[in-house]
């Protein structure tokens, strides 16, 4: 098996699966302090749940359901409602998302390779990232019996979602950790500008976008079970497979 290190040490951003293959290596080696996780298209798959609410709300305004959903992907739900509906008053109407959100799990599954990379790492090694409400982002973590890390940054912690660092800035600094010994992993075109922003590296994991779409990442992965991860001496080891 071949390997090839981080970018650190000469694989640069946008290392795909396909460009690691013409290399003939298998396996991108990548060591951090930390990773912070996206949730919705990372731990969690809720874009069933999510696209159902978002369609009822543009149903009931006479809206483009399916651009409202392309718009609310990785973005707190004011700032949905203030692109696509900017003459509405967002208040009440992201209190009727919220509601929603609290009480539907239908549609909500478990990444497959979530919970083994949660497991491998050390309590305060971790943490969770997401644009939705803390409310929102715990139910579905309980529903799928998925631990809630100690540093889990929500909406309501943050003035700017992604593609804003802020979020993941936050998460860096509760950890203890330097920007640059942290790695995201994400799904969204948003979310990987707003970790690269924050001066970390990025894996993509092409599960709710197509693989070209996230290509500015330092590496893409078809899905978190291409990943593994270990834990020595306060490093981890993560590696992206690219066979």
């Not at 529903?143 to 100690?150: A, E, Q, S, V, W």
């Not at 943050?158 to 010994?181: F, H, M």
């Not at 990442?217 to 991860?229: E, F, H, K, N």
Request: charged content about 20%; glycine content about 10%; hydrophobic content about 45%.
């Amino acid at each position: 098996m071949q390997h090839a290190h981080d970018g650190r040490n000469g694989v640069g951003p946008a290392t795909s699966r396909r460009f690691l293959a013409t290399l003939g290596i298998t396996t991108l080696l990548l060591t951090a302090r930390a990773i912070l996780f996206d949730l919705d298209g990372v731990l969690v798959d809720s874009a069933e749940c999510i696209a159902t609410i978002w369609r009822e709300w543009a149903a009931r305004h006479g809206l483009d359901g399916e651009e409202v959903v392309r718009v609310a992907q990785g973005r707190r739900s004011l700032e949905t409602i203030r692109i696509v509906a900017p003459e509405m008053d967002p208040e009440p109407e992201v209190a009727w998302l919220a509601e929603r959100e609290t009480r539907d799990t239908h549609g909500v599954y478990e990444v497959p390779g979530a919970r083994q990379l949660v497991a491998a790492l050390p309590d305060g090694a971790w943490a969770v990232v997401t644009s939705g409400l803390r409310a929102v982002a715990e139910l579905r973590l309980r529903h799928t019996g998925l631990p809630i890390p100690r540093v889990f940054i929500t909406a309501e912690m943050i003035a700017r979602s992604k593609p804003d660092p802020e979020g993941y800035d936050t998460a860096a600094a509760r950890l203890g950790v330097a920007s640059g010994d942290c790695i995201v992993i994400e799904d969204s075109p948003s979310g990987v500008e707003a970790g690269l922003a924050a001066g970390m590296r990025v894996i993509a994991v092409a599960s709710t976008q197509p693989a070209e779409a996230l290509t500015t990442a330092t590496v893409v992965v078809p899905t978190l079970a291409s990943l593994r991860v270990s834990a020595r001496d306060g490093v981890l080891t993560i590696e992206a497979n690219g066979g």
